[in-house]
């Protein structure tokens, strides 16, 4: 009988208003009014509003209805209007439930060492997916994003033939170069800024970066200025 009369719920004993309407021979919809009717009465409204909890069920067709949750307070202010001998042996019967569920609880051993391991493990694994979430979606932090410039710019550099090379003491043409690059990366990666990158992609922007290499056109505008530098 205790199972069916009461419940246990976020480590609570609690029971339902179908429950309650079930045993106690009422219409429901009579049971959810003078649940809501305490709930939105002026006086101790925050009281009540923490014995029920607002829930829903599904009935044989599939439609979703309201019912509630109560706790053993809220129990015996719905339960107090209802009268005659057989009422007051549900009371009696539900009382009872409601002293062998919160005995349960008070009873539960701590957890053994091996359900602690287990506990954490799980969590550990919760954080890891969570950790993978966060990789996949963040954009690069600031040191990963520092090394990334770097390697650009060295990719810049080595392109143009060196930092004394003509091409890269040209600003037209270094310009060109880094647009040339950077029209690349978005097009290879779909991204509009190199900092929006996921982090799960770095290593693949290092790969990209490190095997890049201008346009023809470019090449040869490139070789160009060096070579004018080479005849000075």
């Not at 246990?8 to 429950?19: C, G, I, K």
Request: aromatic share 12%; proline share 3%.
């Amino acid at each position: 009988m205790t199972e069916e009369l009461v419940i246990m719920r976020d480590r609570q004993a609690v029971t339902t208003s179908l429950q309650v309407a079930k045993v106690f021979n009422k219409n429901h919809r009579d049971v959810i009014r003078a649940i809501e009717n305490k709930i939105n009465s002026a006086q101790n409204c925050a009281q009540y509003q923490k014995m029920f909890v607002s829930s829903n069920y599904k009935d044989a067709s599939g439609k979703a209805n309201k019912m509630y949750y109560m706790n053993r307070d809220g129990f015996t202010f719905i339960a107090f209007g209802f009268t005659g001998a057989k009422a007051d042996q549900f009371k009696l019967k539900y009382i009872d439930a409601f002293n062998q569920m919160e005995k349960q609880l008070q009873q539960q051993k701590p957890l053994s060492l091996p359900e602690q391991i287990s506990l954490i493990a799980k969590g550990y694994e919760n954080l890891s997916a969570d950790v993978k979430d966060i990789k996949d979606r963040m954009g690069l932090p600031g040191n990963m994003a520092h090394s990334f410039s770097k390697k650009r710019n060295a990719k810049i550099i080595n392109v143009l033939g060196g930092k004394k090379s003509n091409a890269y003491r040209d600003k037209n043409v270094r310009a060109k170069t880094y647009r040339a690059l950077f029209s690349s990366y978005r097009e290879t990666f779909d991204q509009d800024r190199y900092n929006d990158l996921p982090m799960k992609d770095f290593d693949k922007v290092i790969d990209f970066v490190n095997n890049w290499y201008p346009p023809f056109e470019l090449q040869q505008e490139i070789r160009r200025a060096n070579a004018q530098l080479a005849i000075v």
